[in-house]
């Protein structure tokens, strides 16, 4: 009896991670793939390779719109990012403490980028720019600045759910002991606020860096000519050619991302904030 | 150093006013504590003296300067939460020096203050440890060396020894104490441990529903409790229902006939009896209330028995009696004689019901 119980205990255990292996490799094949394509030789990629090349990684460098993509897409992420947390962080600290009419509302309303499609914000972001740009004639659209500030928007459901996740494992008390101690809000919020939420916001900025840095939809609506981000670059260089140079730019972009996240991880462990 | 003055202190919530009107005087260097129930208004009483709740009336005094409507970061008044509240970030050593950055101490200054608050509580050689590498009770002990560094103007404490264990609880109480001597702090406690205050305070208020039932010293509590209330709630006690007859004569609902003090005003009332007070055994003929009953229940408490003595159908009162093996140990169903004097009676009279 006990014995039969163990080994229904373990078909059960071998069939879970059977399965979540499953899982995980269906999640990283297309990762593998492109990383493999990368270093094909010949320029239409098919099965087995002719050969292994570095080449397209090089052939990057001469590409001016990959270039100017991908520092255009690192500015963009790092602005609406630092926005979107200075937004983020006054706003969740006020919805999770304040009670007002509309409070659950709105902390909804700031997670609408989430589910919205982006096509969607794109056109009416494109359509409210463009509005702008009659009414008060000022350059918008196709700007760095619309960019950033329509970036932004996508940005803040991240850094507002997860800065708001760690508020809620703040003790109040430690608030009151730092003014009683004689702080006043600024100084607590400095010294014993933002410590105590650090992990949140470092892990919202994570998320809202890639979230933005990613972007494609809504991204194609506000770029102008010249001024175009490395997803949108990515697209445009698929219309003519399919060479693996697309394919090597993926593997930096991967590479990019892997990278914050793992000096994010070391910084604060991300498996616990999120 | 200074006196703490509440006047008229009062805070509703809506229409529902939890503190109504606390006026109470706490003197420098006195340790008095906030007694009452769950819910009586006690940490809100102290959040207001701390700045945190904002009174809707009344007014606060630390010495003749009125703080009513100062920020908590401009009262000096020391405060320790009941789950310690330190700062997770920051080592013991920065947890102390905080206050003391705050108030713009150079360096040289906080080093040696830190290491003089930390030596007060004996945790010299923990500067460098982060909270979560402390027990509960050296957390404690922290939580008091940081309130105690900036020197305060009142110590508040709220519940401070409500998270440590029976055994650790008893220690910390006698520290506290003795630190709060030593520093001749002007104290406020809240507890709802009545142990607690009575071995910590040298003076007591009892709260009950937002208001101050009495203030005073461990025996006006309880030797002469003010209303039933208070003698309900410190000490123990077992109350006896009826009406004051007469001069001195009262009549308890089941009829038993008893002397009470001669002061006692004639009406329906309430007496209340110290347990200690009773005598059981053939000693309890003497005394000037006696009646024979039935043992109902015994309590082994160790050192004394409590001893339920039914009388009749509806009175019944509870003896606290020295465990002896030599002597009386009555059991349950013996026929007992119970007896005490007229001053063991605490009389209180009674709203008609
Ligand atoms: N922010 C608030 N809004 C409404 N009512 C409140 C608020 N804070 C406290 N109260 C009410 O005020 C009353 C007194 O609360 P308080 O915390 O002062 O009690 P306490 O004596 O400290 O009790 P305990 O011994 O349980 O800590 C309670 O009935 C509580 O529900
Ligand atoms: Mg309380």
């Given amino acids: 009896m006990a014995g039969s119980m163990a080994d229904g ?15 995980l490799s269906f999640i990283l094949m297309p990762l593998v793939f492109v990383t493999w394509l990368a270093f094909f030789a010949q320029e239409i990629p098919s099965f087995p390779p002719e050969g292994y090349s570095l080449k397209w990684f090089g052939a990057i460098a001469n590409n001016r719109n990959f270039v100017t993509g ?39 309303f700031l997670l609408l980028p989430l589910v919205v499609p982006g096509v969607v914000m794109g056109t009416a972001i494109y359509v409210f720019q463009i ?7 000022l350059p ?22 997860l800065v708001t996740a760690s508020l809620a494992g703040l003790d109040r008390a430690t608030e009151e002991a730092a003014q009683s101690l004689g702080a006043n809000q600024w100084t607590t919020f400095f010294r014993v606020t933002l410590p105590a939420i650090r992990p949140g916001v470092v892990a919202g900025a994570l998320f809202g860096f890639v979230t933005s840095f990613g972007n494609l939809e809504m991204s194609l609506f506000l770029v102008g000519p010249g001024r175009i981000t490395l997803p949108i670059a990515i697209l445009q260089y698929l219309e003519w050619k399919i060479d693996p140079t697309v394919a090597a730019v993926s593997v930096l972009q991967i590479l990019l991302i892997a990278a914050a996240m793992i000096i994010t991880d070391r910084y604060v462990k991300l498996a616990r904030v999120v | 150093m200074a006196s703490l003055t509440l006047h008229g202190l009062t805070k509703s919530y809506g229409d529902v006013a939890v503190v109504k009107s606390v006026s109470l005087e706490v003197r420098d260097g006195e340790f008095l504590v906030l007694l009452g129930p769950s819910g009586c208004g006690k940490t809100t009483t102290l959040r207001m003296i701390a700045g945190f709740v904002p009174p809707s009336g009344g007014s606060i005094c630390i010495g003749d300067q009125d703080i009513t409507s100062l920020p908590p970061w401009k009262r000096n008044a020391g405060l320790v939460f009941q789950s310690y509240a330190l700062f997770p970030h920051m080592t013991v050593a920065q947890n102390v020096a905080f206050g003391l950055e705050m108030r713009k101490a150079s360096r040289t200054e906080i ?20 909270p979560r590498q402390l027990s509960g009770g050296q957390q ?20 401070p020894l409500s998270n440590l264990d029976a055994k650790l609880r008893l220690q910390v109480r006698l520290e506290i104490r003795a630190l709060q001597q030593q520093t001749g702090l002007t104290t406020v406690m809240v507890t709802h441990d009545q142990e607690e205050a009575l ?155």
Avoid: K
């Fill in chain 2, 111 to 130: 080093v040696p203050r830190v290491a003089e608050a930390l030596r007060l509580v004996r945790l010299d050689g923990y500067s460098e440890r982060y």
């Fill in chain 1, 9 to 23: 205990r373990l078909v059960g255990r071998v069939a879970l991670h059977g399965i979540a292996y499953l899982t």
């Fill in chain 1, 131 to 137: 509005e702008t740009e009659i009414a008060t004639g």
């Fill in chain 2, 199 to 353: 071995t910590m305070a040298d003076r007591l208020v009892v709260m009950s529903d937002g208001a101050v039932r009495q203030l005073g010293t461990q025996s006006d509590l309880y030797e002469r409790p003010a209303d039933l209330f208070v003698a309900g709630f410190v000490g123990r006690s077992t109350m006896i229902t009826g009406i004051v007859t007469a001069s001195g004569a009262f009549r308890s609902d089941g009829g038993l006939v008893l002397t009470c003090p001669a002061t006692a005003l004639q009406g329906p009332a309430t007496i209340a009896l110290r347990p200690e007070r009773l005598t059981l055994g053939p000693a309890a003929q003497g005394l000037d209330n006696h009646a024979p009953g039935t043992v109902s229940f015994v309590s082994y408490l160790g050192a004394m028995l409590d001893v339920h003595v039914r009388l009749n159908a509806t009175d019944h009162v509870m003896v606290q009696i020295p465990n002896r093996s030599d002597g009386l140990t009555p059991a349950v169903g013996d026929a007992i004689e119970v007896g005490w004097p007229a001053s063991a009676c605490l009389v209180f009279p009674r709203e008609a019901a």
């Fill in chain 2, 140 to 159: 404690q002990r922290v939580a008091l060396a940081r309130a105690l560094v900036i020197r305060p103007d009142v110590l508040l404490l709220d519940e």
């Fill in chain 1, 70 to 108: 991908l520092w255009t897409s690192v500015q963009v992420a790092v602005a609406a990012t630092a926005i979107g947390l200075a937004l983020a962080v006054p706003a969740s600290l006020i919805l999770a403490r304040r009670q007002f009419a509309g409070n659950a509302v709105m902390s909804q």
């Fill in chain 1, 140 to 161: 918008i659209l196709g700007s760095l600045g619309g960019l950033v500030a329509g970036h932004t928007l996508i940005v803040i459901p991240w850094t507002v759910r």
